[in-house]
């Protein structure tokens, strides 16, 4: 079974542009969560969403937003990009999202905002 | 909400020894701690996960432990080897209640864990 896949894999943006991630889950999960990692805060939660519906979000700005598809592939936007949106952006994703479920983690994608 | 403090955040090992990774949480809701392993330029991979209703678990080389009244849980990896050199993450999740939803994992801050040869 594929496992979960993320693209772009890499990116480079300046200040003030919007970026879209992509992310499908592995075949038959329905939830996907999103994470931000960088050096100096690890990993962050970030939301979550199970059948087209977010039903969790950490604490991050408006700016990140996302979406899931009736396929259950998701994407995350983040708008008006800052420098320290710099991160790797992974996807995780389980089959109902319980809280005690596996998550499988993609590979992610390096966003790097100038 | 949850804080999960990791230590040590470097540990460097002879190869053969044994590595030991320990965790604390905050939140007494917390009910599933798993272990996760992240190599250079790849997405973080889960190498073992405990319950809060059990105290061990075992699986080959890797180990967890478990101390609900303490709040803290530990790594343990014997017969070290080259391959296991990474950066290893424990994190903690509270059980989904009525209404579900996945509440997140909160992580630790990380180990890098390095083997000698």
């Known amino acids: 079974k594929a496992g979960v896949t993320q693209t772009p894999r890499y990116l480079i943006k300046t200040r003030g542009q919007q970026v879209t991630l992509s992310c499908s889950p592995i075949?038959?999960?329905?939830?996907v969560s999103w994470y931000q990692q960088t050096p100096g805060q690890g990993l962050q939660f970030l939301f979550e969403?199970?059948?087209?519906?977010?039903?969790n979000k950490g604490n991050f700005p408006g700016r990140f937003s996302g979406r899931q598809f009736s396929n259950s592939r998701s994407e995350m936007n983040v708008s008006t990009l800052e420098l320290g949106d710099s991160a790797l952006y992974l996807c995780a994703s389980s089959f109902r999202g319980d809280s005690q479920e596996t998550q499988y983690f993609g590979p992610g994608t390096r966003l790097l905002v100038l | 909400g949850e804080n999960v403090e990791q230590h040590p955040s470097t540990l460097s090992v002879q190869e053969g020894d044994s590595a030991v990774i320990k965790c604390t949480y905050s939140?007494?809701?917390?009910?599933?701690f798993p272990w996760y392993k992240q190599e250079l330029g790849k997405g973080p991979q889960l190498i073992i996960d405990?319950?809060?209703?059990?105290g061990e678990k075992k699986d080959q080389r890797i180990a967890v432990t478990l101390n609900k009244t303490a709040k803290h849980f530990s790594l343990h990896i014997t017969e070290t080897q080259p391959e296991d050199s990474a950066v290893y993450f424990c994190?903690?999740?509270?059980?989904?209640?009525?209404?579900?939803?996945?509440?997140?994992?909160?992580f630790g801050k990380g180990t890098h864990l390095i083997i000698q040869p």
């Open positions: 939140d007494s809701a917390s009910n599933y």
């Open positions: 405990i319950r809060s209703n059990v």
């Open positions: 994190a903690a999740s509270i059980g989904a209640y009525s209404g579900g939803g996945a509440d997140g994992l909160t």
């Open positions: 075949s038959g999960h329905r939830s």
């Open positions: 969403y199970f059948s087209e519906t977010q039903r």
